[in-house]
């Protein structure tokens, strides 16, 4: 079965330092991974998506995912955090040819201090 | 383009009634997924419906239904609610089946009292 760990439920870092968000997945073969964004009172927007290819990935607002099939990882960076950052953060995984069914981890969630 | 439309976006309901949420997604898309979002269980998938036919469903009692209508709006039912079914209920829409396409609503906060 797929799943997802996000080990930290909650992060605070300061405005202009950078950030990591950790995700561990379990997932038989290479599963394709997802990074979203929660705001307050709002849906959930993707950020980046990893199918296959180039484990770097590019994503919007200045985010970037690191995969690393050894270590079942899909860590999220940022190198300079700023204050609209501050939100909810779910990795999720989802597997090939099952449709949109995602499988999200818990979420962490992002304090921005000035 | 307009994005994903639910409504209500709150709705305050007694133990054993049931209830009714509806999401209209984005025009052209085909695709409409339903997940639910609590603070104890995180987001859990619901069901997904493409063209009217429910394609997808995750492991709810059959309490949880959902349908699709031949312009791609969906509905989903809940009956005789729980306390436990307090919830963001949040829909997804896409254009196809195809993982990472997906557009989220803000979602239906229900309050079960």
């Known amino acids: 079965a797929q799943s997802v760990t996000q080990p930290d439920i909650h992060i605070t870092v300061s405005e202009g330092a950078s950030l990591e968000l950790r995700c561990n997945y379990s997932y038989g073969a290479t599963p394709y991974l997802f990074w979203y964004v929660q705001s307050p009172g709002q849906g959930l927007q993707l950020l980046l998506k990893?199918?296959?290819?180039?484990?770097l990935v590019q994503g919007i607002k200045g985010f970037e995912a690191e995969f690393k099939r050894s270590q079942s990882s899909f860590n999220l960076r940022k190198p300079s955090v700023h204050w609209s950052d501050a939100a909810e953060y779910f990795c999720?995984?989802?597997?090939?040819?099952?449709?949109?069914?995602?499988?999200f981890g818990t979420g962490t969630s992002l304090t921005v201090i000035p | 383009k307009a994005g994903v439309t639910q409504t209500p976006r709150y709705l305050i309901k007694t133990r054993g009634q049931q209830v009714t949420l509806s999401c209209s997604p984005i025009s052209g898309h085909r695709s409409v997924s339903w997940y639910q979002q609590t603070p104890g269980q995180g987001l859990q998938f619901l069901f997904e419906?493409?063209?009217?036919?429910?394609?997808n469903k995750g492991n709810f009692p059959g309490r949880f239904s959902g349908r699709q209508f031949s312009n791609s709006r969906s509905e989903m039912n809940v009956s005789t609610l729980e306390l436990g079914d307090s919830a963001l209920y949040l829909c997804?829409?896409?254009?196809?089946?195809?993982?990472?396409?997906?557009?989220f609503g803000p979602g239906t906060r229900l309050t079960v009292t």
């Open positions: 990893y199918f296959s290819g180039d484990t």
């Open positions: 419906y493409f063209s009217e036919t429910q394609r």
């Open positions: 999720a995984v989802g597997a090939p040819n099952t449709g949109n069914q995602f499988y």
């Open positions: 997804a829409s896409g254009p196809s089946m195809r993982l990472g396409e997906q557009y």
